[in-house]
């Protein structure tokens, strides 16, 4: 694989460490057909190829049409501005939003609204590029609402999404996972009492869902086909 595809441009590595640690990057390309000349001097997103720089665009046929619908992602550097404006990224563990800068040209119709209803901050630039933090995002793994806290420990973002974590929580919890919703994933759970179990996920929005015991559990995330 070229450096590029490796995610060793210099390029990526700056946009990763902007991001953070485990964090995805978002791509909104102004023109009606991106390609991939448009965003050629910061390095590929991740199209299902690319590696330590994770981005939410590109996925085409690998996840449902629920995903698409909600942000407009499946080409490889858009972004329905809805999700942008209303919070709908909060849940992808978005650390940084890349949109073309000033001397790329008009910004597309609309984008500065949604950036400003949605509460993103300015975080400065990349080449040519502006660069925008969240100010929502919920992490990597949050509690569903209503349901009690977590204390998450020893947190492992293995490839292809197969995390790991040991997580505390005072009774039964849903635990929500920053990672798309899809047929075919399931959770292991070693539970308090030495018990474990494999469980299916639940949908979550466009994320995965798992109901765990009170105490410590330690709990791995599996994908096989269906």
């Known amino acids: 694989?070229?450096?590029?595809?490796?995610?060793?441009?210099?390029?990526?590595?700056?946009?990763?460490?902007?991001?953070?640690?485990?964090?995805?990057?978002?791509?909104?390309?102004?023109?009606?057909?991106?390609?991939?000349?448009?965003?050629?001097?910061?390095?590929?997103?991740?199209?299902?190829?690319?590696?330590?720089?994770?981005?939410?665009?590109?996925?085409?046929?690998?996840?449902?049409?629920?995903?698409?619908?909600?942000?407009?992602?499946?080409?490889?550097?858009?972004?329905?501005?809805?999700?942008?404006?209303?919070?709908?990224?909060?849940?992808?563990?978005?650390?940084?939003?890349?949109?073309?800068?000033?001397?790329?040209?008009?910004?597309?119709?609309?984008?500065?609204?949604?950036?400003?209803?949605?509460?993103?901050?300015?975080?400065?630039?990349?080449?040519q590029f502006a660069l925008w933090r969240p100010s929502h995002s919920l992490g990597p793994i949050w509690t569903a609402r209503g349901s009690p806290p977590a204390t998450i420990r020893h947190l492992r973002q293995g490839p292809q999404d197969a995390w790991s974590a040991a997580i505390s929580v005072p009774a039964s919890t849903e635990v929500v996972r920053s990672v798309a919703y899809a047929p075919g994933w399931s959770a292991v759970l070693t539970e308090p009492s030495g018990r474990t179990r494999t469980v299916p996920v639940s949908r979550y929005g466009l994320v995965q869902a798992t109901v765990i015991p009170a105490g410590v559990t330690h709990i791995s995330w599996v994908y096989n086909p269906p």
Not at 2 to 23: S, V
Not at 70 to 81: C, M, N, S, Y
Not at 95 to 119: F, Y
């Open 1 to 127: 694989a070229t450096p590029r595809l490796k995610g060793t441009a210099p390029a990526e590595q700056r946009l990763a460490a902007i991001a953070g640690p485990g964090r995805r990057v978002a791509f909104e390309d102004p023109t009606m057909l991106p390609t991939l000349y448009a965003i050629e001097p910061l390095g590929l997103p991740d199209y299902n190829a690319i590696e330590r720089v994770p981005s939410i665009n590109g996925y085409d046929t690998l996840v449902g049409l629920a995903y698409q619908r909600a942000t407009g992602t499946h080409a490889i550097a858009t972004i329905d501005l809805s999700a942008i404006a209303d919070g709908t990224l909060d849940q992808l563990d978005v650390g940084i939003l890349v949109t073309p800068g000033p001397s790329m040209g008009p910004a597309q119709a609309g984008l500065s609204a949604a950036l400003a209803k949605g509460g993103w901050s300015a975080a400065g630039t990349l080449d």
